[in-house]
């Protein structure tokens, strides 16, 4: 399943830069958590603020739809966790270098709402336990203030588990919140911009 969203994901990227109607870059705060399920029971860990960047190609259909692919560095992980008998665990921070496409629908034209799949390639971080990968799926809102600059939210579900131990189930989880910067393109001039 990892393997054929990859593929897609990165056939995606491929063929949609030759299209690439608009350049965009977002940078800013994640505030990402982890759950942990273990012996039945689950458990939500503290967060930590951590930072994301990226680089994004927009692909215009309609004044509605878009699609876009992105390449961004995210830091995942979480904050300190009691274990129990007097030790605690973290905080923990986890680098990844993550792909995604996203659907962007536009209700107006400076505002957009947008689902899309995404997958991450730990890049740094303790490895021991962990996996190399993370799959999962983001939800958000951008508005642009001006045909150049907005903001954005979005929330992350981690739906692989990242802990080789068969005892523990570990998903990430984020929120970000991004400055969005974005290139004049002939896309946004189509638009109105």
Known sequence: MKKSCFGFILLSILSGAGYAQTVGARIG???????????????TTPAIASLHLGA??????????????ELS???????????????????LTIDYLKVGCAIKLHPVKDLNIHIGPEIGFQITGNRTYLTNGDFGAFAGIEKFFTP???????????????NEDPELKQKNRAFQFSLLLRVNSKQLAELGF
Request: hydrophobic share 30%; net charge negative.
């Open 56 to 69: 994004n190609l927009n692909m215009g259909e309609t004044d509605k739809i878009s699609t876009q692919i």
């Open 148 to 162: 150049n600059i907005g903001i954005g939210a979005r929330y992350y579900h981690g739906f692989s588990d990242i």
């Open 73 to 91: 560095y995210s830091e995942f992980g979480f904050g300190k966790v009691d274990a129990g008998n007097g030790q605690s665990v973290g905080p």
């Open 29 to 43: 705060v994640s505030i990402p958590y982890q759950v942990w399920k273990t012996e039945g029971i689950t458990y």
